[in-house]
């Protein structure tokens, strides 16, 4: 069965930073580019980062660039998205999937397979 599980989600005061993890199981992540995604209360899941197989590809949105860093370990079937300076604004589920990154990687439609989400509070 081919599963997601995020985590390293949590409570953080603004400023802070954290670093969510994507595992893959039941496939080889390395074969597949991975999205970050992130949903709100109320409002539409939008697409933060991505990652192409190989690493030498990312994108991010305007809103976390400068701020968030997506990476890959291959040899242990894993995606990275380090936060820092967290804004109370970044505050959602963070999701990741499994998908295309090139030039529409924020169309959540075009994914495939997606983790149950990890929440991220950023809160004084």
């Known amino acids: 069965q081919l599963q997601l599980v995020e985590s390293g989600g949590g409570l953080v005061q603004p400023g802070g930073s954290l670093r969510l993890s994507c595992a893959a199981s039941?496939?080889?992540?390395?074969?597949?580019?991975i999205g970050w995604f992130r949903q709100a209360p109320g409002k539409e899941r939008e697409g933060v980062s991505c990652i192409r197989s190989s690493g030498g590809s990312r994108n991010y949105a305007d809103s976390v660039k400068g701020r968030f860093t997506i990476s890959r370990d291959n040899a242990k079937n894993t995606v990275y998205l380090q936060m820092n300076s967290l804004k109370p604004e970044d505050t959602a589920v963070y999701y990741c999937a499994a998908g295309p990154c090139g030039s529409t990687w924020y169309n959540r439609a075009a994914y495939d397979y997606w983790g149950q989400g990890t929440q991220v509070t950023v809160s004084s």
């Open positions: 039941g496939f080889t992540l390395g074969y597949y580019a």
